[in-house]
């Protein structure tokens, strides 16, 4: 579904306007900054993130989003691993979460609607019968304020965003913001702040799609994924959870050890049939230090993820289907990429034995989630 406000743009070519570089480090260390197009009267940038070890991170504000992440496999050979693309009409009009941060709800909230303090509140609905990723016209959906971290240790590029109070339905203005900085270790560290001024619902994350062969080579089956999560959450046939915390034991979904993404995806488990994959959040154990690790032998890239939210979507692109062609003409098909979104748990607000998401004036929410890349 394509917004109006979307429809006006405009397509600029390589202007670069200015360059940063860290001095407090290697000269190689730095942040290139080029306009990118202009949508919804608008500047959008690419921000390029070089580190210390030459890898690259692009960011876009438009939708605060991931565009590239560049790193080497173990034989040294560097390649994007992550879905987006390489024009800004592709960014625009293609898939709205590549690399998205998904807000003021990321996941879903049933029949778009959910009380607080006896008010009914009523949102769009995007998603058959429910509220997906904060609506329509979500915060992955607009043009952030941007600003290069010129103090940072590392590479930094900070989006700021003010929500206004009612936007897509949810009470309060809020003020939302997230500094992504790209460390020497190959770290995206994804720091996150909300207030608002009246008692609403958050619910931030980031929607990146990876291949560890290289976005657009293949499919994910084969990836080893270990997942800290002793316990997921059931969803019905409208992926809305059903409120039951199940022990993963037992089940497709017990990622406490190392498995193959695709040993047990077809199995005839309801709960896999129902997510057409795995389309599910893991309560997250919350006690190792690393809360996932995804491996790939061909390419031995290894990633982790480290968070201290309480959830993870575990989604393996089960609605890909080629449609959408990225970076280097590649299309992005059938369970090509999968997703690993740190969150609370969907339709929190519709759930009081779940973790709460409401967020009051005065109080401010802070989340940090990091990916980290490295080989074996
Ligand atoms: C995921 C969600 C999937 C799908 C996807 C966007 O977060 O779990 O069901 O909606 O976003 O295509």
């Given at each position: ?5 979307l429809l ?10 200015f360059a940063s570089?860290?001095q407090s480090s290697k000269n190689?260390?730095m942040v290139?900054q080029?306009i990118y ?7 959008v ?7 210390k070890?030459?890898n690259?991170?692009k960011?876009?504000?438009?939708g605060a ?7 080497p496999d ?5 390649d ?12 625009i009009t293609?898939?709205?979460y590549f690399?998205a941060v998904v807000?003021?709800?990321a996941n ?7 009380t ?6 009523n949102l ?8 997906l990723?904060?609506?329509?016209a979500g ?8 600003e290069i ?5 590392y590479?930094?590029v900070?989006f700021t965003y003010?929500s206004p109070?009612?936007?897509e ?6 003020n939302a913001e997230?500094?992504?900085t790209?460390?020497d ?8 702040k909300?207030?608002?001024?009246k008692?609403t619902?958050?619910?931030?994350t ?17 990836h080893?994924?270990t997942l800290k ?16 915390i ?7 979904f ?5 498995h193959?993404i695709?040993?047990r995806?077809?199995?005839q488990?309801?709960?896999?049939i129902?997510?057409?994959?795995y389309?599910?959040?893991f309560v ?5 230090p690393?809360?996932?690790?995804v491996y790939?032998?061909?390419s031995?890239?290894v ?5 201290d939210?309480?959830g993870?979507?575990?989604y393996?692109?089960?609605?890909l289907d ?11 098909n ?5 997703c690993?979104?740190s969150?609370h748990?969907?339709d929190s ?5 779940f973790?709460?998401t409401v967020?009051?004036?005065g109080?401010?929410?802070?989340t940090?989630?990091i990916?980290?890349?490295?080989v074996?």
């Amino acid at each position: 579904m394509m917004k109006n406000r979307l429809l006006t743009l405009t397509l600029v070519t390589g202007a670069i306007v200015f360059a940063s570089c860290n001095q407090s480090s290697k000269n190689k260390e730095m942040v290139k900054q080029e306009i990118y197009g202009t949508t919804q009267g608008k500047e959008v940038y690419m921000f390029t993130l070089t580190n210390k070890e030459g890898n690259v991170l692009k960011l876009t504000n438009f939708g605060a989003k991931i565009n590239w992440i560049e790193v080497p496999d173990k034989n040294g050979n560097k390649d994007n691993i992550t879905f987006g693309y390489d024009t800004f009409e592709g960014t625009i009009t293609g898939d709205k979460y590549f690399g998205a941060v998904v807000g003021r709800y990321a996941n879903r909230i049933a029949k778009g609607k959910f009380t607080l303090d006896g008010v009914e509140n009523n949102l769009p609905l995007n998603d058959g019968p429910n509220t997906l990723h904060g609506g329509p016209a979500g915060w992955h959906s607009v043009v952030w304020n941007a600003e290069i971290l010129k103090d940072s240790k590392y590479p930094a590029v900070k989006f700021t965003y003010v929500s206004p109070d009612m936007e897509e339905g949810f009470p309060g203005t809020v003020n939302a913001e997230v500094v992504y900085t790209w460390t020497d270790n190959n770290e995206i560290v994804m720091d996150y702040k909300c207030t608002t001024d009246k008692k609403t619902v958050v619910n931030v994350t980031n929607h990146a799609y990876f291949n560890l062969h290289g976005a657009g080579n293949g499919d994910i089956l084969d990836h080893v994924l270990t997942l800290k999560a002793s316990a997921f959450t059931p969803i019905d046939s409208v992926m809305i959870p059903t409120g039951e915390i199940r022990p993963v034991a037992g089940t497709p979904f017990d990622f406490t050890t190392p498995h193959a993404i695709g040993e047990r995806i077809n199995e005839q488990y309801n709960q896999l049939i129902l997510g057409k994959g795995y389309d599910h959040n893991f309560v997250l154990d919350n006690i190792d230090p690393v809360d996932v690790t995804v491996y790939d032998s061909a390419s031995g890239r290894v990633l982790e993820v480290i968070t201290d939210q309480p959830g993870m979507q575990f989604y393996t692109g089960n609605f890909l289907d080629g449609t959408q062609i990225g970076h280097g003409g590649k299309p992005y098909n059938y369970r090509s990429g999968f997703c690993l979104e740190s969150g609370h748990y969907p339709d929190s607000p519709n759930h009081p034995n779940f973790p709460s998401t409401v967020l009051n004036p005065g109080d401010t929410l802070k989340t940090q989630t990091i990916y980290r890349f490295s080989v074996r």
